[in-house]
């Protein structure tokens, strides 16, 4: 038993398409657009891209930047960095010149493998300018055919491989370790430059943990639009896929309409995502009805304003699963079970994984608060990041000398053992003494039709201290009257939680991983609400 237990804690991220393969090879794996593979076909160009690597000089504990679409290459590579010893940093697909130039400069990357180009966004522009300045850059492979000078292509990175054998590459696989670090996930910024997150392989059994609760099968199809950059996208559908046997259908962008239509087609069983994905895929099927398949998904829940849209998704898509995480500890340290009520799958974040420990903590005096208080969330577990790449005094203030890691949020913990996930500390309101939980407002507007999305931000006030304000995102073509939605809360909501004013917007200010820039909201709001 014990030799049991130790295999499984060593498992490494490289070895998991093989492991596939050998239990259900003929089954598909993976489908991009017309492009299919079996789980056997996958491994096998797991390790082509392997060789590859070795053969263009990629040693053990290179870093390897990633910064392409969703698409089969992305997983390939995912798998052959691990296999080989190096560690691979996903770009966020939203990086602009700046965000890239930083990155890859700060993960002292030495190879970095790119889309030219996607839609309008053109990659291989933004990274010519930055070119000179990556010091630590050896080598950059492009797929495509806009490729700067000294570029090799996708078809360069394979041929390189050609003179690897087998064995060269079963040494390499052997030598890596569990607790090597395998991966650097960036954080969003949206207060200061992004901080990448070192981990090891230690998060396989978190994600073959949750896999299993929620019964996850080599029969289940997921729908894989989640950016694969972003843990959640990377866990819920590329890890699942080789721990279960199940398949993906790869999308390279979030579009509800067609994913439906493929959904319909190719029987998608689990959709993953939070509120604005199931948000989008609300109205589509309401708008064109399709004969789904979906037996269940993933919905971050627990804040207000998820809540409304959580109790929809089970009445007209599926029942869904909460769960919370984040950078620093992986995706989920706290899930729901497929057999909890929906009271606790729609309005908490989850019960806590196994060997995960929390306190809820009073943030100016650290002190433990009592269930149902809420304070920020402290968190202690196997899955807990190394630390920050080259970052050793911002790692010091996030994990504290006994290993708690102080993870910024607003939370509290119900007499049920349920985590209620709040919002960020940051981004709480002190209105008249007041605490304000921007979350509250934000959930009872999107109750109300025609609103994609809200955000709820403090703006000064002499007397107050601060006040609510918020912005509007609307559906196309919808006619909202902001006074009218503000009308809406009162008798709803505290008096002092009724915002001073808002603003009908066609657009929110987005962070590269897809979550509102208050910050600049805030900004703003002392032009619009003066």
């Known amino acids: 038993m014990g030799n049991a237990i130790d295999a499984y804690a060593a498992r490494r991220l490289?070895?998991?398409?093989?492991?596939?393969?050998?239990?259900?090879?003929?089954?598909?794996?993976?489908?991009h657009g017309e492009r299919r593979w079996t789980h056997a076909a996958f491994a096998e160009e797991v390790d082509r891209v392997a060789k590859g690597l070795i053969g263009l000089g990629v040693d053990p504990g290179d870093k390897v930047g990633l910064w392409m679409t969703n698409r089969a290459e992305w997983l390939f590579t995912l798998f052959a960095v691990a296999k080989v010893g190096a560690v691979l940093v996903p770009l966020n697909t939203r990086y602009r010149a700046e965000d890239v130039a930083y990155t890859v400069e700060q993960s002292d990357t030495t190879t970095l493998i790119i889309n030219d180009r996607s839609g309008p966004v053109d990659y291989s522009a933004m990274v010519r300018e930055n070119l000179a300045t990556w010091t630590k850059l050896k080598r950059l492979v492009v797929l495509g055919d806009d490729r700067p000078d000294g570029a090799l292509s996708w078809e360069d990175l394979l041929a390189a491989g050609a003179a690897t054998g087998d064995e060269t590459l079963a040494a390499r696989a052997d030598a890596v370790r569990a607790e090597d670090p395998v991966i650097i996930i960036y954080t969003s910024g949206t207060t200061s430059a992004p901080k990448g997150a070192v981990h090891s392989h230690a998060f396989i059994r978190n994600v073959a943990e949750r896999a299993q609760m929620h019964g996850v099968t080599c029969t289940d199809v997921h729908a894989g639009y989640l950016p694969l950059f972003h843990a959640f996208g990377f866990t819920e559908v590329a890890l699942y896929t080789v721990l279960t046997g199940s398949r993906q259908i790869v999308f390279e962008t979030f579009d509800a309409e067609e994913i439906l239509d493929v959904a319909e087609r190719e029987g998608i069983s689990m959709f993953h995502g939070f509120d604005t994905h199931w948000s989008?895929?609300?109205?589509?099927?309401?708008?064109?009805?399709?004969?789904?398949?979906l037996r269940m998904g993933t919905l971050a829940a627990g804040q207000e304003s998820t809540t409304p849209i959580a109790h929809q998704v089970q009445d007209e898509l599926c029942p869904t699963v909460s769960g919370w995480g984040m950078s620093e500890v992986w995706t989920a340290l706290v899930a729901s079970h497929v057999t909890a009520t929906r009271e606790q799958r729609c309005e908490a974040s989850g019960y806590p994984m196994l060997d995960v420990e929390l306190r809820v903590v009073d943030p100016v005096t650290g002190e433990d608060l009592p269930a149902g208080t809420p304070g920020e969330l402290l968190c202690r577990s196997y899955t807990t990041m190394l630390g920050y790449y080259n970052k050793p005094e911002a790692t010091a203030e996030t994990i504290d000398e006994d290993g708690w890691l102080h993870s910024g949020d607003l939370a509290r913990l119900r007499p049920d053992g349920h985590v209620v996930f709040m919002g960020r500390l940051k981004d709480m309101l002190k209105v008249g003494g007041e605490n304000v939980a921007p979350a509250e407002i934000e959930g009872r507007l999107r109750e109300l039709p025609g609103i994609v999305d809200v955000a709820v931000v403090g703006l000064h006030d002499d007397r107050l201290g601060e006040v609510p304000v918020g912005y509007v995102l609307r559906e196309p073509g919808a006619e909202l009257d902001a006074d009218e939605l503000v009308s809406h809360l009162k008798g709803r909501v505290a008096s002092f939680k009724v915002p001073r004013g808002l603003k009908i917007v066609d657009a929110l200010p987005m962070t590269p991983t897809g979550k509102v820039r208050k910050v600049e909201l805030r900004e703003q709001a002392k032009e619009d609400f003066a």
Do not use: N, T
């Open 280 to 293: 989008d895929f609300l109205r589509a099927q309401r708008r064109k009805p399709r004969a789904l398949q």
């Open 14 to 31: 490289g070895d998991l398409p093989a492991a596939a393969a050998r239990r259900w090879g003929a089954r598909e794996a993976v489908a």
